[in-house]
């Protein structure tokens, strides 16, 4: 099987107005430039250094997600290009985004990412902190960042039961905020959730947006 055929077989399987991020992390440009001769422009990648070597290499019509923990001194190095940064899980990082993309001149989108998961390892704001974080209200003094939703990722376990319930509170969680702070914004729409083992349930339980890189580019 191919990248292309990989994708293929999962567009197919994506209902409309589900966004696919191709992760592309530790996979060459050359891999990554199979899945764009198939149609494919978003690439998610984890690692800064990672990221900027590769944009290098690859057209300039790529929209390059950032889905890892991102460093507050490695924002100013993809300030000026980055499409969506998915892991915003701080105040001390939003107001750095808020800071470079003035820089630059741009407004960059992100998604505030939001500890769903039982384990301890996984990033993100528990959901009571994004609650107080976005009830201070000094997000709102950021205009070059736009908040466009959340992000989450699963407990790695076979427990469906639990991954589907990790993904309800996130879609409740987004409704909830949704409702008391971005109720005329078009722009807070998305739910950053799955990746290839569970994107499936995630689109289920209302993701907008997976993340998908074994499942297109094979083990890493
Ligand atoms: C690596 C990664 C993915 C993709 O994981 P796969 O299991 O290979 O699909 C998705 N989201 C984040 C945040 C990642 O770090």
Not at 111 to 140: M, N, T, V, Y
Not at 148 to 174: C, H, P, W, Y
Request: aromatic share 8%; charged share 25%.
């Amino acid at each position: 099987m191919t990248v292309r055929s990989h994708i293929d077989a999962l567009r197919k399987t994506l209902p409309p107005g589900v966004t696919l991020v191709a992760v592309s992390k530790f996979h060459p440009a050359e891999t990554v430039r199979q899945a764009y001769d198939a149609g494919q422009r978003i690439f998610g990648e984890s690692r800064v250094q990672e990221l900027i070597a590769k944009k290098d290499l690859l057209p300039d019509d790529i929209e390059w997600h950032f889905i890892g923990r991102l460093q507050r001194n490695k924002v100013r190095q993809i300030a000026p290009f980055i499409s969506l940064i998915h892991s915003i899980d701080s105040e001390q990082l939003l107001l750095e985004i808020e800071k470079q993309a003035a820089a630059c001149n741009r407004t960059i989108p992100g998604l505030l990412q939001i500890h769903i998961a039982r384990e301890k390892s996984k990033a993100g704001f528990p959901p009571d902190a994004c609650r107080r974080f976005l009830a201070e209200g000094k997000w709102k003094a950021s205009p070059h960042v736009q908040i466009a939703g959340v992000m989450g990722m699963a407990t790695l376990t076979d427990d469906e039961n639990r991954i589907r319930q990790e993904f309800r509170l996130l879609k409740s969680l987004f409704d909830e905020l949704k409702t008391a702070y971005f109720p005329n914004d078009p722009a807070f729409r998305e739910i950053s959730a799955g990746m290839t083992d569970d994107y499936r349930i995630a689109i289920q339980e209302g993701s907008s947006v997976i993340r998908t890189g074994t499942l297109i580019f094979g083990e890493r």
